[in-house]
């Protein structure tokens, strides 16, 4: 179970530091001798060439001169999401158990990420990082108690080590596939892909603690 949770943070990491790609704001492409500033192009007006340098969200919807500010909003929808995630999953852990909590979080995340992916504006890319962030934040905080409340003294003391560790990795992962993958969906299905495999196999292994059943009054 460690292992599976231990993989879930490393490809998880790929869309928490992904930023740099698919925030990047897009950049103009212009004929010899114009003027090629934001504020210059943008004054010119429609249509924009854009560089297709690095395939980031503001180049995929165009978020540009009078729509730039989507941009920003994509990014704090994703944040927002994991404030309301935490808030949500701690009253979810208590009453309907760890097992339950892991699961719908996961489900969360992988139905935010298909979501994003599939999008074809940024209002939708943006209602599905929220759900992404709002997943990883509950499962990020059930994962732990699930294995704390199983586990020994010794284990209970390393799992947090072993899912940075693993944290960690997709940080140093996603760094090296950024050089090669300019667009921001091949992150989504390389994170997308890995989850619902690591879904399959937590729903028939996890179980909820024997401290929750028994709060429960569940004892068969």
Known sequence: MIGSFFFI?????????????????????????????????????????????????????????????????????????????????????????????VIESLLMMIGGLTLSFLSGSAWLFSLGVFFFNAGFRGFYNASFLSIAEVTNKVMRASTPMICSIGWALGQIIIGLLSLILINWRFIFLLTLIPLAALLYYVYYHIEDSPRFLVTKHKFK
């Open 9 to 101: 943070f490393l490809v998880s990491a790929f869309i928490q530091m992904g930023f740099p790609i698919f925030f990047q704001p897009a950049k103009f492409i212009c004929k010899e001798g114009e003027d090629c500033s934001d504020a210059a192009v943008c004054q010119r007006g429609p249509p924009y060439t854009l560089s297709d340098e690095v395939k980031s969200v503001a180049y995929s919807f165009e978020l540009v001169c009078n729509r730039h500010k989507y941009l920003t909003t994509c990014f704090e929808a994703f944040l927002y999401g994991g404030f309301i995630g935490s808030l949500y999953y701690g009253e979810v852990i208590e009453r309907r158990g760890r097992k339950y909590a």
